[in-house]
């Protein structure tokens, strides 16, 4: 006997019938004599149509109310799984997130956690034989009493820090793909299923573009040592695929060098010429745009013949390149700059593997086949599990197949 956390993401719980379907493949779970807490998002676009009732109702609207919103999607899937599974002849409940209690800040929309008490669900398994039924992305901030949201994806974070807490034997995260593939299938249609993700690459994949994962619950299964699979809940219930488990390193035996192609298009790059080059002037950049909480992320600097300016390019994410200009343009006369230029149709592309920790030049390799399709590279960024181009958007398909097929991710 083992005790599971199953995580169901909106498209799995899209529907009554999609409701039903997920009973069956925990009704398989239970079957076999495993403890099982469940954890659900809302069902497909209900989020999605909450958030655009608050902002109908008041753009500036209260976060703490926007929080009592669209917490409420979480709350209808859990008690209809609840009852589908009460009709399976299956003991179930459903929680919400402060009945637990899950715990965090109190930033509004976007709240970390900061504990669980896993005593009611573990009692609620050996006492009731009950299967937990949980509203993922939710908690409650103590000190308030208020509810808040983890931010989007939040149930998949919700679900690792429960089998944390219960010390779960595993977690599973049920999606519409059947795993981890070394590229999107979509572009690429030798794409292959990863049997195994290293906790790193997962990070390195999920904060470079692929959606499989939030970046927050990597983090948290990597912290917790929390084997976490990625499955499908489109599979038959009685004949499910294993899908890929995301492990430490040392798990996996066979490490590829480069084991995933991600990319994302949510980049704009914005380049300064001639800034002065001296102490303070990054400063003076970057800090404005962290207070208005605006990542950059690739940054080059290019110091001029004169030694005495640099050009400083980096970006930002394409929905906040607007604002970014705006901040940078009012700081201009501290700054010093002469021009800012921009460019919104750009692309990041990545490859990311744990085994370029131990071979050289892979890098190198990709920026010789990238220049041998006239692939033009606008900045680039490194660090010891991946490298990273910045493109023209219009390349990105041809870019990834490239990278794809050059480190032999294309076989079987």
């Not at 993922?136 to 939040?154: K, M, N, P």
């Not at 807490?165 to 590229?183: E, F, Q």
């Not at 010093?336 to 744990?354: E, P």
């Not at 606008?378 to 991946?386: L, Q």
Request: negative net charge; aromatic residues 6%; contains cysteine.
């Amino acid at each position: 006997m083992a005790r599971l956390v199953m995580k169901f993401g909106g498209t799995s719980v899209a529907n009554l019938d999609r409701i039903r379907n997920v009973a069956a493949h925990v009704k398989r779970e239970v079957d076999e004599g495993h403890e099982v807490a469940v954890v659900v998002s809302a069902m497909s676009g209900k989020t999605n149509e909450l958030v655009a009732w608050c902002k109908d109702a008041d753009t500036l609207h209260d976060m703490r109310e926007y929080d009592a919103v669209v917490a409420s999607g979480e709350l209808v899937t859990a008690g209809l799984l609840a009852i589908a599974l009460q009709k399976e002849g299956i003991a179930a409940r459903s929680w919400q997130g402060w009945q637990i209690p899950i715990l965090t800040d109190d930033a509004h929309g976007s709240a970390r956690i900061m504990d669980i008490d896993g005593t009611a669900l573990s009692e609620g398994f050996s006492k009731h034989k009950q299967v937990a039924v949980i509203a993922g992305f939710q908690g409650i901030h103590a000190e308030s009493g208020r509810v808040t949201t983890l931010g989007r994806g939040g149930s998949d974070t919700s679900a690792v820090a429960i089998a944390a807490a219960i010390k779960a034997d595993r977690c599973d995260i049920y999606t519409d793909v059947d795993g981890v593939y070394t590229t999107d299938p979509r572009i690429v249609p030798k794409a292959r299923r990863l049997e195994r993700v290293a906790f790193e690459e997962m990070l390195e994949m999920a904060s470079l573009g692929a959606k499989v994962l939030q970046v927050r619950s990597v983090e948290l299964a990597m912290v917790h040592k929390v084997k976490t699979f990625v499955r499908s809940s489109f599979d038959d219930p009685a004949d499910p695929k294993p899908g890929t488990l995301i492990c430490d390193e040392e798990d996996i035996l066979e490490q590829q060098v480069v084991t995933g192609i991600a990319y994302s298009k949510d980049e704009a790059q914005i380049t300064l010429r001639r800034v002065a080059d001296k102490p303070g002037v990054a400063a003076a950049i970057f800090v404005p745009l962290a207070d208005a909480n605006i990542n950059v992320d690739m940054i080059i600097q290019v110091v001029s013949d004169d030694a005495k300016t640099t050009d400083l390019t980096f970006t930002v994410p394409a929905a906040e390149y607007d604002r970014a200009r705006t901040i940078l343009e009012k700081a201009k006369n501290e700054i010093g700059f002469a021009d800012l230029h921009g460019a919104n149709g750009v692309v990041k592309v990545s490859a990311i593997g744990i085994g370029m920790r131990s071979h050289a030049g892979v890098a190198a390799k990709a920026f010789k086949a990238l220049a041998d399709k006239g692939i033009n590279i606008r900045a680039i960024t490194t660090s010891e599990i991946k490298f990273s181009v910045l493109i023209d958007a219009e390349y990105t398909e041809l870019a990834v197949r490239t990278l794809h097929t050059l480190y032999g991710l294309d076989k079987p």
